[in-house]
C-alpha cells in the first residue's frame, strides 16, 4: 500500500460531502476551528444540498462531480469530510482513482467514509485515515492528546505508541499485521463487490453506532462463516454507540474470537461518539495487551 504525501496544521484542506447533508452553520464553525490553528480549508459546494432523496447531499451527479473535481485538483493537500450518513457507496463506481493515485493525498473520514477508504485501497493502492470529521469532531473539539496524535501522524511521526487501559483487554496477546476496518455495517455491505477489502494476516479494527446486539452478531457471524476470521492476527473494537450491554457484547466477542488466540480489545478511542483517535488504514503496526500499547512503527505518509 502506497503511503499518502504528509500534511501540516497550515496546509490546505479540502471538506467533502459525498454522503448525507450537513448543517452549513456547523461545518463553517469546525473549519474556522482548523483555521485558527493555521489550516487554509475550502468547503464542497455540496456541504449543505438535498437531493431527490433528502439524506443525500445533492444527487448522485453533484456528488460525485463535486468529489471528482476536488480530485482532480493539486491545489488541495488532504480531504476531509463534513460527516457521513450515507451515500458514498453510491458513488464508488465513479470515483477518478487515477487522480488520486497520481497524486497521493491523505483522506481522513469515518462512518460511512469507510466504503471510500475500503475502493481507495483497492482501486488505487493508497493508504487512509479513518478518523475525525467536522461535524462531530471538529465542532466539538479533539482532546489536546488526539490532537497532537492527528497531526504527529499525518506529518509522518514514528514510531507513534498510544497506551490503553487494561479493562479493554478482552483477551490478551500480542500481533503486529497491517491494520484495517472501519463501520462494521459498510465493510459487510461491501463484501462481495469490487471494494471489498480484507487483509489476511492483518489486525482488523471497527465500530458502529444504532446497531443492536443481534444484528453485531448476524454481521460478525457472516464474517466468520466466510472464512475470513481464520488468518486475522488481532482485533480492536472501538466505541460502540447504541449497540447493546458491554457485558453481553463481551460474550459476544469471545463467542467469535476467543478460539482464534489473537489479542481483542475493545472501547478503543474511536467511534460515533466522536473525540475520534485518527487510525491509518492499510499501515502496518503493533499491539500488545501485556504492555497496553498500540503502535505505528513506520511513518504513515511520506514526506516529499
Known amino acids: 500500500m502506497r503511503p499518502p504525501r ?22 463553517e464553525a469546525a473549519a474556522n476551528r482548523l483555521r485558527s490553528r493555521g489550516a487554509r480549508v475550502t468547503l464542497a459546494a455540496n456541504i449543505d444540498s438535498r437531493g431527490p432523496r433528502n439524506y443525500l447531499a ?3 451527479e453533484q456528488r460525485l462531480e463535486e468529489f471528482n473535481r476536488f480530485l482532480r485538483s493539486d491545489d488541495y493537500d488532504a480531504f476531509l469530510f463534513a460527516r457521513g450518513g450515507y451515500g458514498s457507496m453510491r458513488i464508488l463506481d465513479g470515483l ?4 488520486l493515485a497520481a497524486n497521493p493525498r491523505p483522506i481522513i473520514g469515518f462512518s460511512d467514509i469507510t466504503a471510500i477508504h475500503q475502493a481507495v485501497a483497492r482501486r488505487a493502492g493508497i493508504a487512509s485515515f479513518h478518523g475525525p470529521m467536522l461535524n462531530l469532531d471538529f465542532f466539538e473539539g479533539l482532546s489536546p492528546e488526539r490532537e497532537d496524535w492527528f497531526w504527529r501522524l499525518l506529518r509522518g511521526d514514528a514510531p507513534l505508541t498510544w497506551r490503553f487501559d487494561s479493562p479493554t483487554v478482552v483477551t490478551h496477546g500480542t500481533a503486529e499485521g497491517v491494520l484495517f476496518g472501519g463501520c462494521l455495517s459498510l465493510t459487510m455491505a461491501l463484501i462481495g463487490t469490487p471494494y ?6 492483518g489486525i482488523w479494527f471497527w465500530e458502529d453506532v444504532d ?5 453485531i452478531d448476524r454481521m460478525l457471524t457472516h464474517v466468520r462463516l466466510s472464512g475470513r476470521l481464520r488468518n486475522i492476527r488481532g482485533v480492536i473494537v472501538g466505541r460502540l454507540k447504541n ?6 457484547l ?6 467469535c474470537f476467543g478460539g482464534n488466540g489473537i489479542p481483542i480489545i475493545r472501547d478503543f478511542p474511536f467511534g460515533h461518539h466522536g473525540n475520534n483517535l485518527l487510525m491509518p488504514v492499510g499501515v502496518p503496526v503493533h499491539l500488545s495487551t501485556r504492555t497496553l500499547t498500540f503502535t505505528i512503527n513506520a511513518p504513515a505518509v511520506e514526506r516529499r
Open 58 to 60: 445533492g444527487s448522485d
Open 243 to 248: 449497540c447493546g450491554e458491554e457485558a453481553e
Open 196 to 201: 471489498d477489502y480484507w487483509v489476511d494476516d
Open 211 to 215: 446497531e443492536p446486539l443481534y444484528r
Open 96 to 99: 477518478d482513482y487515477a487522480a
Open 250 to 255: 463481551d460474550a459476544l466477542l469471545l463467542e
Open 6 to 27: 504528509a500534511v501540516f496544521p497550515d496546509s490546505h484542506f479540502a471538506v467533502l460531502a459525498p454522503s448525507s447533508p450537513s448543517e452549513r452553520p456547523r461545518i
